[in-house]
């Protein structure tokens, strides 16, 4: 007869390594005990009870207990986004250590607004909450609505949907990032030379994509007006689509200085630039840590990478999504904006 091994129960170390504090700190929260700044005690908190290690409705003093298993779903574009996949495993891994949550991820056609918001509506009555990254479109916003009317939270990743009864917006603030890669990219080409950029995008209906073109777009105008911004490609996050738009624009202006690339395809990108011997001449901006970028910026061919944290999203997702479903008020803690370069390259 087949048994299942237990799941392990949670340690104070557990609590200390994911609150990234001592276990001192951790012990002194849970006793009530003084000399803790706030803030941090109540991450400790919000830490332990996500990990079972004291019950949502537990004081530190009091012990645990086992809380209602809460029905979650998660809509993410399907393809060979490597963000994307990171924040899949991401949501996958955090969401099998919390007996509390039932969390089921689907992966759909992200650019077509039909097929998404008829996963959001086959979604009423069946979960508590909701979360996806999706167009900003008018059949996704009805989608959102009719899901929010039934009951169920929803919140957005990575890219916003405004304008409709969401939970809260997960992510990174884009434009800002648009704007830090036009700074950084001004900065290193020659000051006050002419010279072109280039601009690809996953796709322009993503508010994210549209919100760091704008913020890119801006920067420029303000600050290097001497540098040509050529017309924008969209690659739908293609890696094929990526090399051969590339090509294309290499053919048309064999004298590119610079390339922002605001979403997936990257690597698309990267090839033919190697293939064409200028993953040292073309100054060459683009978004999220993973280890095919991670490669790049020690090869040179990426200059700099624009970072959000998958793993933090993916934690303050499930954590809004879990403390609304209970009626339970909740801490958004935002992921930081972080550029990355070879030398400060992360270790996860």
């Not at 006050?192 to 280039?198: I, L, R, V």
Request: glycine share 6%; charged share 20%.
């Amino acid at each position: 007869m087949n048994t299942q091994t237990p799941m392990p129960r949670a340690t104070l170390q557990d609590v200390a390594r994911e609150a990234n504090v001592s276990s001192a700190t951790v012990d002194r929260v849970l006793n009530g005990r003084d000399g803790v700044r706030a803030r941090t005690r109540e991450v400790v908190l919000q830490t332990a009870r996500r990990l079972g290690y004291i019950s949502e409705s537990s004081t530190p003093e009091n012990s645990a207990q086992t809380p209602t298993t809460i029905q979650l779903a998660f809509l993410l574009p399907a393809g060979t986004n490597a963000f994307i996949n990171t924040l899949h495993q991401q949501i996958e891994a955090q969401a099998a250590a919390r007996p509390d949550l039932s969390v089921k991820i689907t992966r759909i056609e992200g650019f077509n607004p039909q097929t998404v918001a008829a996963h959001l509506l086959a979604l009423r009555g069946q979960v508590a909450g909701v979360g996806l990254i999706a167009q900003d479109h008018p059949l996704v916003r009805e989608a959102i609505r009719a899901l929010a009317q039934s009951g169920t939270q929803v919140l957005t990743l990575a890219t916003d949907i405004q304008s409709v009864p969401r939970l809260a917006y997960v992510g990174i603030d884009n434009r800002q990032a648009g704007r830090l890669a036009g700074q950084l990219m001004g900065r290193l080409l020659p000051a006050n030379q002419p010279a072109k950029a280039a601009l690809f995008a996953g796709s322009l209906a993503y508010r994210g994509h549209e919100e760091r073109e704008m913020g890119f777009r801006h920067i420029l105008r303000e600050e290097f007006p001497h540098i040509q911004i050529l017309e924008l490609r969209e690659i739908m996050d293609d890696r094929q689509r990526a090399r051969a738009e590339t090509s294309a624009l290499l053919n048309q202006h064999p004298d590119l200085a610079a390339i922002y690339n605001v979403g997936g395809g990257t690597s698309g990108i990267a090839s033919e630039l190697r293939a064409r011997g200028l993953e040292h001449r073309v100054v060459f901006v683009c978004h999220e840590a993973t280890e095919s970028n991670k490669a790049f910026l020690l090869d040179g061919t990426v200059d700099a990478v624009i970072d959000q944290n998958p793993r933090v999203e993916a934690r303050e997702a499930l954590n809004l999504l879990a403390a609304a479903a209970r009626g339970q008020p909740y801490t958004y803690i935002p992921p930081r904006l972080q550029l990355v370069l070879r030398e400060n390259l992360p270790d996860e």
